[in-house]
């Protein structure tokens, strides 16, 4: 069968959306992989798939699965592109859209600019929120990874986070302990890993390895992951701009119970067809 989708990106995190609300279709986690191949197949960081909510409170459901195949709780980066998606195909005229995801529901908003507006829920520090093998909640947890001793906070933003403070993001050792931080023992559904260089209190530089994708140009729930540990640790004050590779992003955390708001920008960069396997 054929399969419309579009390609789209936020800040170079690449996606492909498919609309499943007009378009029937199921995908094995072997087709997502083949899809995800940048060679062989289309080539994503992440696939966003649009579904019909099962909650009537809700405007759709969001999908997400990684290039590796494994769904996931959340996407920030996606989330931006699933409201520009949702409205460029008209399947809503809303600015305010609310979604269900397997982390919890969201709400996007789009602004007359075209930036998107997410919130994100509000960031969950306990370790078995990740989970995360911790006798209790700490601002820093120190782990034994490739031989050394790295400090790091954990934090779930509906999927799991940890967060390193490096002075140098551009030499921070992303590749090396990247998959070793993902696979370690004691994060026993994975981890996303964060490298953060604090500028100011109101400036990071972040380069995040993502769980399932591995580096990717950027990652907004890890903005949202560095900026909470980084407030919380008493290294920055909102709003904070984050420089990723790919762009920055804007992140909001006015108090310790209210959900931080991420904005930035989602990008149409192709329509297509393809014939499912
Ligand atoms: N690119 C994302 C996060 C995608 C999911 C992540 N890799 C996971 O496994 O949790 C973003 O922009 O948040």
């Known amino acids: ?34 899809l995800a191949d940048r060679r062989f197949g289309i080539g994503f960081d992440q696939l966003l798939v649009v579904e019909p909510p099962r909650d009537p409170d809700m405007d759709f459901r969001y999908r997400i699965f990684n290039a590796d195949g494994s769904e996931v709780e959340n996407c920030g980066n996606g989330a931006r592109c699933f409201a520009r998606f949702v ?10 859209i609310h979604v269900e995801t397997s982390g919890g529901p969201l709400t996007l908003l789009v602004e007359d600019d075209g930036q998107v507006t997410v919130d994100m829920g509000v960031p969950r520090f306990a370790p078995q929120a990740l989970p995360f093998e911790a006798d209790e909640d700490r601002l820093r947890h120190g782990l034994d990874v490739e031989g050394e001793r790295v400090e790091l906070g954990v934090v779930s933003m509906g999927n799991p986070h940890a967060v390193l403070r490096v002075d140098d993001v551009e030499r921070a ?9 993902e696979h ?5 559904r994975r981890v996303n890993v964060g490298f953060m260089e604090v500028v100011s209190p109101h400036e990071i530089r972040l380069r995040v390895h993502e769980r399932g994708s591995g580096e990717t140009l950027a990652c907004g729930t890890g903005a949202c992951a560095a900026v909470a540990c980084g407030i ?13 590779r790919g762009g920055d992003l804007r ?21 297509g067809r393809v014939a499912l396997a």
């Open 173 to 181: 050792p992303v590749e090396r302990l990247g998959p070793a931080i």
């Open 251 to 271: 992140i909001e955390w006015p108090a310790e119970e209210a959900p931080l708001r991420m904005t930035g920008p989602a990008e149409r960069v192709f329509d």
């Open 1 to 34: 069968m054929l399969l419309h989708f579009t390609k789209m990106h936020g800040l170079g995190n690449d996606f492909m959306v498919i609309d499943l609300v007009t378009q029937r279709a199921r995908l094995r986690d072997e087709q997502v992989r083949q």
């Open 232 to 244: 919380r640790q008493g290294l920055l004050e909102s709003p904070v701009t984050v420089h990723l």
């Open 184 to 188: 370690h023992p004691r994060f026993p």
């Open 87 to 96: 409205r460029d195909q008209r399947l809503t005229h809303k600015h305010e």
